[in-house]
């Protein structure tokens, strides 16, 4: 059994930072990309970045710049720097991993920005 367990969101002012962790527990030998989503009220669910076991990373074009993706391959953890952030950042933030050929999803954790 794989489970995905979120942390790190909350309220922030715009312009502020925050930073998102995803640590995977369970039955894992190793994890291949990670990567994180985000889904605002009203809207599909959207990609914001990936990271492959090797440190390779993508970015959807609107999210670069702002947002940075990581990991630590040894702590079965990714993770998300979101930096100047803007009110129309706030959404349901979800990780999401690659676990011997199976998708496993976050809980999810909401990011408000608001003065």
């Known amino acids: 059994q794989v489970q995905l367990v979120q942390s790190g969101g909350g309220l922030v002012h715009p312009g502020g930072s925050l930073r998102l962790s995803c640590v995977a527990s369970?039955?894992?030998?190793?994890?291949?990309?990670m990567g994180w989503y985000r889904q605002a009220p009203g809207k599909q669910r959207e990609l914001i970045a990936t990271i492959t076991s090797y440190g390779l990373t993508k970015y959807v074009d609107s999210m670069k710049g702002r947002f940075t993706i990581s990991r630590d391959n040894a702590k079965n953890t990714a993770y998300l720097q979101m930096n100047s952030l803007k009110p129309e950042d706030t959404a349901v933030y979800y990780c999401?991993?690659?676990?011997?050929?199976?998708?496993?999803w976050g809980q999810g954790t909401q990011v408000t920005v608001s003065s």
């Open positions: 999401r991993m690659s676990i011997r050929f199976e998708q496993y």
């Open positions: 369970g039955n894992i030998d190793s994890i291949g990309v």
